[in-house]
C-alpha cells in the first residue's frame, strides 16, 4: 500500500512541473505553420489599358506578355470594370468600387 501512496504522490507533484515544460517547449517552425495556412485564391483581372494583372491575396503582380509576373508599380491602377486599386510596393493598399454615374430623376 505503501508503493501506491508513494506513485500516486510522485504523479500529483510532477504534474505541474509537466506542464510547466511545455511553456518552455520551442515554437513550432514557420514552415509548419506555413502549410496550415488557408490557399490563397489568385484573381486574373484586367487593366482598363489591356494590360493582364494577377491578384494573389494582397500581392499584385503585372503579367507580362512571356507569362512572367513582375510587381506591379505603385499608384492607383484601373480595371477594365472601372474598379481602381492602390498599389504600393507590390501590395494591394485599398480597393474602390467602380463610379457608376447616378440614373436622371423621373419627374
Do not use: R
Not at 11 to 19: E, S
Request: hydrophobic share 50%; aromatic share 2%; net charge negative.
Amino acid at each position: 500500500m505503501n508503493k501506491l501512496a508513494l506513485i500516486a504522490a510522485f504523479a500529483f507533484l510532477a504534474v505541474p512541473f509537466a506542464a510547466q515544460a511545455n511553456d518552455h517547449a520551442a515554437p513550432a517552425t514557420p514552415a509548419v505553420e506555413a502549410t496550415k495556412a488557408a490557399p490563397v485564391e489568385a484573381k486574373e483581372v484586367t487593366l482598363k489599358d489591356g494590360t493582364k494583372v494577377v491578384i494573389e491575396g494582397e500581392t499584385v503582380s503585372v503579367v507580362g506578355a512571356d507569362g512572367a509576373k513582375t510587381a506591379a508599380p505603385d499608384g492607383e491602377h484601373e480595371l477594365a470594370d472601372g474598379t481602381k486599386v492602390t498599389v504600393k510596393e507590390g501590395k494591394l493598399v485599398a480597393p474602390t468600387a467602380p463610379v457608376v454615374p447616378a440614373a436622371p430623376a423621373k419627374h
